[in-house]
């Protein structure tokens, strides 16, 4: 049994790694822009760059549940942040798009086994409250990507090159690896009996899972990926201004995370998630409708939107009570694949339609995944895993 003192420094330890890793996810769409005039390529280039990333995630996210169960969590931690800070390390040697590519896919890697780590042990720290728990490690997430927003859009302002800030970055990256081997993880006895890994490729619930967690994916990142670019080149603001937009978005996924935990655990998942999902779809809708006017909306969404990928963890970890980290695994690696070739998508139809048609990819991914979850309440009333 883990003490109680050292299950308080495990739940910090997790909510250090969620920020940590928003702090260099939120360099994305600052960067975007520095990285197709420094490399000259554009949104179609740097959407295959990043798909290397997910990659990294697909590997990461299938050995990470395997990883979890065979070896425990302890190690995925260790593995995952020493990947991870390699990656992150190299990256302020980056002098072309081959080796841009090559330290967001090692980052990806690592990234992925700390996710699939902190996603399967939350459940276990918080019985009863898995919701709430998970919702505020989230937060962490969100908290993590406002602080970047609001430094990266001052820093880049004041002429500090992208290189000199992933250079910053990669401290918090060693940190995380100090805490992965000090810090005590509890056993966790796997149940089996009566159960295969194999029946779950067999599990049609596992696939209603996959595009439901897909559309949530690519809702997300468009809106990450793609809105500093989207206010830039349809507004023409300078990057200060177009950041302040991207810092309220993700202030507002940061509060999201911190307070809808707490309304999930209310409501219920499914019905709490459903109602995030269809505000999410409006705010985001009707902000592309109203043009510039719109863009508090559109960074208004990301209350909304914070639920969507930890709510999908605590659902998909009760639906598959056995063997929930390898389902977990399993399920947000075969969505990461999707989630590849429909971002790559994303991204020819920013260099041939224009950043604000290709930004409708948002709601509507939105509202695909509200109907999918829909679906899979229906037939998880109807049967028991």
Same mark, same amino acid.
């Given at each position: 049994?883990?003490?109680?003192?050292?299950?308080?420094?495990?739940?910090?330890?997790?909510?250090?790694?969620?920020?940590?890793?928003?702090?260099?996810?939120?360099?994305?769409?600052?960067?975007?822009?520095?990285?197709?005039?420094?490399?000259?390529?554009?949104?179609?280039?740097?959407?295959?760059?990043?798909?290397?990333?997910?990659?990294?995630?697909?590997?990461?996210?299938?050995?990470?549940?395997?990883?979890?169960?065979?070896?425990?969590?302890?190690?995925?931690?260790?593995?995952?942040?020493?990947?991870?800070?390699?990656?992150?390390?190299?990256?302020?040697?980056?002098?072309?798009?081959?080796?841009?590519?090559?330290?967001?896919?090692?980052?990806?890697?690592?990234?992925?086994?700390?996710?699939?780590?902190?996603?399967?042990? &939350?459940?276990? %720290?918080?019985? @009863?409250?898995? *919701?709430?728990?998970?919702? +505020? /490690?989230? #937060?962490?997430?969100?908290?993590?990507?406002?602080?970047?927003?609001?430094?990266?859009?001052?820093?880049?302002?004041?002429?500090?090159?992208?290189?000199?800030?992933?250079?910053?970055?990669?401290?918090?990256?060693?940190?995380?690896?100090?805490?992965?081997?000090?810090?005590?993880?509890?056993?966790?006895?796997?149940?089996?009996?009566?159960?295969?890994?194999?029946?779950?490729?067999?599990?049609?619930?596992?696939?209603?899972? &996959?595009?439901? %967690?897909?559309? @949530?994916?690519? *809702?997300?990142?468009?809106? +990450? /990926?793609? #809105?500093?670019?989207?206010?830039?080149?349809?507004?023409?603001?300078?990057?200060?201004?177009?950041?302040?937009?991207?810092?309220?978005?993700?202030?507002?996924?940061?509060?999201?995370?911190?307070?809808?935990?707490?309304?999930?655990?209310?409501?219920?998942?499914?019905?709490?998630?459903?109602?995030?999902?269809?505000?999410?779809?409006?705010?985001?809708?009707?902000?592309?409708?109203?043009?510039?006017?719109?863009?508090?909306?559109?960074?208004?969404?990301?209350?909304?939107?914070?639920?969507?990928?930890?709510?999908?963890?605590?659902?998909?970890?009760?639906?598959?009570?056995?063997?929930?980290?390898?389902?977990?695994?399993?399920?947000?690696?075969?969505?990461?694949?999707?989630?590849?070739?429909?971002?790559?998508?994303?991204?020819?139809?920013?260099?041939?339609?224009?950043?604000?048609?290709?930004?409708?990819?948002?709601?509507?991914?939105?509202?695909?995944?509200?109907?999918?979850?829909?679906?899979?309440?229906?037939?998880?009333?109807?049967?028991?895993?």
């Amino acid at each position: 049994m883990i003490t109680k003192s050292n299950k308080s420094f495990l739940i910090f330890t997790l909510f250090y790694f969620y920020f940590t890793m928003a702090l260099f996810d939120a360099s994305r769409g600052n960067f975007i822009p520095f990285f197709i005039e420094e490399f000259k390529i554009n949104n179609t280039v740097i959407s295959l760059i990043l798909s290397l990333n997910t990659l990294g995630n697909i590997i990461g996210s299938f050995l990470g549940g395997h990883f979890c169960e065979k070896y425990g969590h302890k190690t995925v931690y260790i593995i995952g942040s020493v990947i991870a800070a390699i990656g992150v390390l190299i990256s302020p040697f980056t002098q072309n798009i081959f080796m841009l590519g090559l330290f967001y896919f090692i980052y990806g890697i690592g990234r992925q086994f700390l996710c699939i780590g902190i996603d399967s042990m &939350v459940p276990i %720290l918080s019985v @009863g409250f898995e *919701s709430i728990l998970m919702n +505020i /490690t989230h #937060f962490m997430f969100g908290l993590g990507s406002f602080a970047g927003q609001s430094a990266y859009g001052k820093l880049l302002s004041q002429g500090i090159p992208w290189r000199t800030i992933y250079l910053y970055l990669g401290i918090f990256f060693v940190v995380s690896v100090i805490l992965s081997i000090i810090v005590k993880t509890p056993k966790i006895q796997v149940t089996s009996v009566s159960f295969k890994r194999t029946d779950l490729y067999k599990n049609p619930l596992v696939y209603m899972f &996959v595009l439901a %967690l897909t559309f @949530g994916l690519i *809702s997300e990142s468009v809106i +990450i /990926t793609w #809105f500093i670019s989207y206010i830039r080149e349809s507004y023409l603001l300078n990057p200060a201004d177009a950041a302040k937009f991207a810092s309220m978005f993700f202030l507002m996924f940061a509060l999201g995370r911190l307070c809808g935990g707490f309304v999930l655990n209310k409501l219920g998942d499914y019905k709490g998630l459903k109602l995030f999902l269809l505000m999410a779809a409006i705010f985001t809708l009707a902000g592309l409708l109203l043009k510039q006017k719109g863009l508090i909306l559109i960074s208004m969404s990301g209350f909304f939107i914070s639920l969507t990928f930890p709510t999908f963890m605590v659902i998909i970890n009760s639906a598959f009570r056995q063997n929930s980290s390898f389902a977990i695994g399993l399920i947000v690696t075969i969505s990461n694949i999707l989630y590849v070739v429909l971002f790559n998508i994303t991204g020819v139809l920013n260099d041939l339609f224009g950043t604000y048609a290709a930004f409708y990819a948002a709601p509507i991914s939105i509202i695909c995944c509200f109907m999918m979850l829909s679906i899979i309440g229906k037939k998880l009333n109807n049967e028991k895993i």
